[in-house]
């Protein structure tokens, strides 16, 4: 019997595989069956969204979501895409693209197309495209049930082996994600975010349901993709270009078409998990030390101020709104590198950090964090976006770009001091009755203005608070020999529950050492 590929290299195979549906023959002896051509470009699909918006909401059916629940977890796990039947696996992209199957938690279908020449076919789904188990309830759905999502392997001419590493990954809703110097999956993005922590409202998750694949030339190092965004408040149009650098770089234009008004619209979201780190741990919680994809929201203000603000997980969801006026960058990071300070095998120390570069003039509004408290850290539980000052009314159309950095660290760091550590407990001095209602904290700076501080010279903490009142304030350097790295603290008294809004830089004279801290306590009495 012959082998696939010798089949396939047969005229008489190329003509019988174009009478099943397999419309382009270089896709053709790929394996993978094509709808008929449709004419496509990004613009033709922003006026498709613009008249979807017009129009009500119709959620995507769902194929025969019987079938698709019985999918749960563990069966989902057990369907493999085949590599061989990878869209470009042999060219002529260097990045093969790979599918997710449906199952409990995706039924929604997300239709594929390959964009050439001005032309679009849909990849028409197959079950014979998957290797699943015999008696997996996957084999009962129906033809042409569709996709969950898909992710881009590695090069083919890349030292990793393709078939065994992504390196882009969109799935469930508009979620996507992308691995960062480190080779190490952590958060995710979405094309956006609606009505996140609105009271009396319920979120909205707009799905991309479908998404386009431009054919690329032999040997890019981009990729380029459309989606086609569609939800009850939204339609939208988005491209994605895509670079495999020593980070992932994305270039994003969205257009966005509101179908109603929507309380909370955030623009270039990103969701991570932050259960807890040095700062504060519950005794006996958990073994590992620290548990966290991100540590802190780094921002960089359109006036110029570098901003650190750690994460928390707090008693209760909170909102933070940070103002601001056509920001430079803000992103969540992962500063700590250091895998002793989390013990665990799923390299915590090697999760992405994630910086949104605005291109073009955003205008007014604000950069939001969203925290959500968590006992575990399956749970995704911050948010941050950027939200625009004018209310998302319905009728409105608005377009963003945006280059997003998935790094080790940010990609224009700051030449001041930067904060490496927030610890804090309780207040008072070491060896005496330590006193009620009192908190001591701990930030530690690093950075090169602190190296060529003259011998003697200390550098002093200019703090405010919005509430409450410091005491016991004492800056010095590390004990560790490292040059550049002290640490200041303080103690905070304060009285009731509400949170308190904390500020702190080193400065020396006029000049100004390190980026601004900012935290978020939570009293507990």
Request: aromatic share 12%; net charge neutral; charged share 20%.
């Amino acid at each position: 019997m012959l082998n696939r590929r010798q089949f396939l290299q047969t005229a008489t195979a190329t003509a019988a595989l174009a009478a099943q549906g397999f419309s382009s023959p270089a896709l053709a002896q790929q394996g993978l069956k094509m709808g008929s051509p449709a004419p496509f470009s990004f613009e033709d699909l922003k006026k498709r969204a613009e008249a979807m918006a017009r129009t009500a909401y119709t959620a995507p059916p769902s194929p025969s979501p019987d079938i698709l629940y019985q999918i749960d977890y563990d069966a989902h796990g057990k369907i493999r895409f085949k590599t061989d039947l990878a869209l470009w696996a042999d060219g002529p992209s260097e990045f093969p693209v790979t599918f997710f199957h449906m199952g409990r938690f995706f039924q929604k279908p997300v239709r594929m197309h390959v964009v050439e020449g001005g032309q679009a076919r849909e990849i028409v789904y197959d079950t014979q495209y998957f290797d699943m188990p015999a008696d997996s309830p996957a084999r009962k759905l129906p033809d042409n049930t569709g996709f969950a999502g898909f992710r881009f392997q590695e090069s083919r001419n890349g030292r990793l082996d393709w078939r065994k590493n992504d390196w882009v990954a969109f799935l469930g809703a508009s979620y996507f994600r992308a691995i960062g110097e480190l080779y190490q999956y952590g958060l995710s993005a979405r094309g956006l975010a609606v009505d996140v922590a609105v009271h009396g409202r319920p979120e909205e998750f707009p799905d991309f349901t479908h998404i386009y694949f431009e054919t690329p030339k032999p040997g890019s190092d981009t990729v380029t993709i459309y989606a086609l965004l569609d939800g009850p408040s939204v339609a939208g149009a988005y491209r994605f270009v895509m670079q495999r650098a020593a980070a992932v770089i994305m270039d994003l234009d969205c257009a966005l078409y509101l179908r109603k008004d929507i309380a909370r619209l955030g623009i270039a979201p990103l969701t991570s998990m932050y259960w807890y780190s040095e700062k504060a741990k519950t005794t006996a919680i958990d073994w590992r030390p620290e548990i966290h994809d991100s540590d802190g929201l780094a921002m960089w203000t359109g006036a110029g101020e570098r901003i650190w603000r750690p994460l928390n997980n707090p008693p209760r969801i909170i909102t933070s709104a940070f103002s601001d006026e056509n920001p430079r960058g803000f992103g969540l990071l992962q500063r700590d590198r250091n895998f002793d300070h989390y013990l665990d095998g799923v390299y915590y120390d090697r999760r992405p950090s994630l910086w949104i570069e605005p291109q073009g003039t955003w205008g007014r509004g604000s950069i939001q964090l969203v925290e959500i408290p968590t006992d575990d850290e399956i749970h995704d539980n911050i948010v941050a976006m950027w939200v625009p000052a004018e209310p998302a009314r319905a009728g409105q159309a608005m377009e963003f770009r945006y280059r997003m950095h998935w790094a080790a660290n940010e990609p224009y760091p700051t030449p001041l001091a930067h904060v490496i550590a927030t610890r804090f407990g309780n207040g008072g001095q070491a060896g005496t009755l330590r006193p009620k209602g009192v908190r001591k904290f701990m930030v530690e700076f690093i950075g090169e203005p602190l190296t060529r501080l003259p011998s003697g010279v200390i550098p002093k903490p200019v703090l405010t608070a919005s509430r409450g009142e410091f005491s016991n304030i004492l800056t010095e350097a590390v004990p560790n020999n490292v040059p550049g790295h002290w640490r200041t603290q303080f103690d905070l008294t304060v009285t009731g529950t509400e949170p308190v809004e904390m500020r702190c830089y080193l400065r020396s004279g006029d000049e100004v050492l390190s980026e601004t801290w900012l935290y978020q306590h939570h009293p507990t009495f």
